[in-house]
């Protein structure tokens, strides 16, 4: 039997804007015992792990921040990732939380434990129990490996594109970078100014429009430290700014129109060659795919030595890459930007609820949940950032701050009616159906449109939120028991 090392109502894990908002909120309502797991040396999820050359936001920092932690000194209108992550480290000493945070502390195996009422969280650093469980584990955090022939052979330097090698000199080498999304795009220009020759291997051409960025002078930031008021209205425009965007999404054609026509002369401005401009030009409908913002990027590609590779990967070499036409491009550096595993979300296959039942099988078919929180069968469990959680246009802070606010509401729930509560199987089945039925007619589920929003067998769009991010907050920001069987605590709780 291992030892106990925490004992608390509420145990979170991770440490990304999930689990440190949530955390706060704890932290500040101070009526809960709580501890956070994570399984790294320090705090801030996929914004330490990110820490490629170029990785920045693509959602204006003054609203992809906490709403109750404003900052006025975002360098820029999209934060940086070394000043993102110096936020969520802030966020965590200021907010009082790290005597709670267990560092180098996995979860390997959580577990409802019926007799007890309790979660038993098996973690590398032992075990922790707590009455409610939240996995705040993000879409965002396992890289995925493509599973290309023998690249295991491969004798050069390999990497994923969250998992940069610092250590290995780029200077002048020929490097590969697998895949074309948001991290890549960042990467490439920034590979380019270095490489000695640079290829990029794309499978599907992206929609790249104008990033409309730039610094904050020390006037502006000096307005909104002074005048607070004046950092509150600009976030609640860039909120409205993305809350005008999703009618994108929704198909609807005047807006598809109008941003596709931007995607089209930004690659015409920027792309003279007609036939790099034809392999650049996106084959699936617009939104369909995360929108990607770069000024970089297609400059980058009419460099001389780098190339753009659309054939197709064959397999992999000790040297290099052969492609499907039989080229074969010969490579020191490999970098692997190809996503993360965010449809069979690998935290779901440590997590056991009634009657030992995995919540991997739970969502075998995609993401099921009540809310996007809580899930039948999984008594006194809350996810964040799970399934039906995922935005197309806005920012997942507002999204994370309406679950924070949910799960305390329930957590306080739970204490005050010494409860056990998991919603029941008819408000699950109504909730997911009535989200499957409003990403009907949305550009995820429109023909051609293949992604990771989407169950790859079942075909649901699973991850994303589909409608606005405000009535996502009208929603679900609060608890409400009508849909939760409530059962009394046993004599031993
Ligand atoms: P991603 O969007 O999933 O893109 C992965 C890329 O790899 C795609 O181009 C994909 O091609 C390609 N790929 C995947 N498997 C492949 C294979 N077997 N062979 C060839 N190509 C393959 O991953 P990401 O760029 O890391 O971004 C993931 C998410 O992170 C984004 O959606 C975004 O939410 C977030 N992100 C945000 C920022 C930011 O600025 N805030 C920056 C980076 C990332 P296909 O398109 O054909 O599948």
Not at 354 to 370: K, Q
């Amino acid at each position: 039997m291992s030892t106990i090392v925490s004992d608390t109502d509420v145990l979170i894990v991770g440490t990304g804007f999930s689990g440190l908002g949530l955390g706060s909120l704890l932290a500040r309502q101070g009526q809960h015992s709580f501890a956070l797991v994570e399984r790294a040396s320090s705090v801030g999820g996929t914004w330490r792990d990110n820490t490629y050359p170029g990785a920045a936001c693509d959602i204006p920092s003054h609203l992809y921040s906490f709403s109750f932690r404003p900052s006025a000194t975002w360098s820029h209108v999209y934060g940086r990732q070394p000043e993102i992550r110096d936020y969520l480290e802030r966020t965590a000493v200021e907010e009082g939380l790290l005597p709670h945070t267990f560092l180098d502390a996995e979860m390997l195996a959580a577990d409802w434990d019926e007799q007890a009422q309790r979660w038993n969280v098996r973690t590398t650093r032992g075990l922790h129990v707590a009455r409610t469980l939240v996995t705040a584990c993000g879409h965002l955090s396992d890289p995925s490996i493509p599973d290309i022939e023998d690249l295991d052979t491969f004798t050069g330097e390999i990497f994923h594109s969250a998992r940069w090698n610092h250590d290995v000199d780029l200077v002048g080498k020929r490097i590969g970078v697998l895949g074309t999304g948001a991290s890549a795009i960042q990467i490439v220009p920034e590979l380019a100014a270095v490489a000695g020759s640079l290829t990029v291997f794309q499978r599907s051409a992206p929609y790249v429009v104008p990033r409309k960025d730039r610094s904050y002078s020390d006037a502006e930031k000096g307005m909104f430290s002074r005048v607070p008021e004046t950092a509150r209205m600009l976030r609640e425009k860039l909120f409205w700014d993305s809350e005008a965007r999703f009618p994108q999404r929704l198909g609807v054609p005047v807006f598809l129109e109008q941003m596709k026509k931007l995607a089209r002369d930004h690659l015409e401005a920027q792309v003279a060659d007609p036939d790099l401009r034809e392999r650049l030009r996106p084959r699936y409908e617009l939104g369909c795919k995360r929108i990607l913002l770069s000024n970089d990027y297609y400059p980058a590609l009419t460099r001389p030595h780098v190339q753009l590779e659309t054939a197709g990967i064959e397999k992999m070499t000790g040297r290099g890459i052969v492609t499907r036409d039989g080229s074969s491009i010969d490579l020191d550096v490999l970098v692997v930007a190809t996503g993360f595993e965010a449809v069979d979300l690998p935290f779901a296959h440590r997590v056991r609820g009634r009657d030992a039942r995995l919540l991997s099988d739970h969502w075998a078919e995609g993401g099921r949940t009540l809310a996007s929180t809580s899930v039948t069968g999984f008594p006194n469990l809350f996810v964040m950032q799970g399934p039906s959680t995922g935005l197309g246009a806005g920012s997942i802070v507002y999204i994370i701050e309406s679950q924070a606010k949910y799960i305390s509401q329930a957590v306080d729930f739970i204490a005050d009616r010494g409860a056990v509560i998991e919603p029941t199987a008819a408000a699950e089945d109504a909730y997911v159906a009535d989200l499957d039925e409003r990403s009907q007619g949305t550009v995820w589920l429109s023909e051609g449109c293949r992604s990771w929003y989407r169950h790859p067998t079942s075909g649901r769009l699973s991850a994303l939120w589909p409608d606005y991010m405000r009535r996502y907050r009208e929603e679900n920001g609060s608890f409400d028991p009508e849909p939760y069987e409530v059962l009394g605590l046993s004599a031993t709780g």
